[in-house]
């Protein structure tokens, strides 16, 4: 599995960026993949989550500003970030559970937790300034 995260850079407040992840090595199409965040002396949190036979997931602090999406003919995953704030400064990395879809079939998560994903793409850093 691998993991290229890109995209990031520096923005001011309000501004937007749109992240990008490429992916290999599984079936993109079908499993769960996300975005997750780490800001310098923070915990990594996640952002957003696109979990097999649900509706996309997001932090409350991201949402209806954040929209993930993927295209899986380009394997490909998104994070279109508008709106941002430096709150939002971090390194933001995408990640990939590598569960088959059948174990997401009575799944009651939001997959934004980082202990359920295995494999983990070098980050790249989004900056917001006031």
């Known amino acids: 599995v691998q993991l290229a995260a890109s995209g990031g850079g520096s923005v001011q407040a309000v501004g937007s960026l749109r992240l990008s992840c490429a992916a290999s090595?599984?079936?993109?199409?079908?499993?769960?993949i996300g975005w997750f965040r780490q800001a310098p002396g923070k915990g990594r949190e996640g952002v957003a989550a696109l979990v097999p036979e649900h509706h996309p997931t997001y932090a409350d602090s991201v949402k209806g500003r954040f929209t993930i999406s993927k295209d899986n003919a380009k394997n490909i995953l998104y994070l279109q970030m508008n709106n941002l704030k430096p709150e939002d400064t971090a390194l933001y990395s995408c990640?990939?559970?590598?569960?088959?879809?059948?174990?997401?079939?009575?799944?009651?998560?939001?997959?934004?937790?980082?202990?359920?994903?295995?494999?983990w793409g070098l980050g790249t850093q989004v900056t917001v300034s006031t």
């Open positions: 990640a990939h559970d590598s569960r088959p879809k059948s174990a997401f079939a009575d799944y009651a998560g939001r997959g934004l937790n980082w202990y359920e994903y295995h494999h």
């Open positions: 090595g599984f079936a993109f199409s079908e499993d769960s």
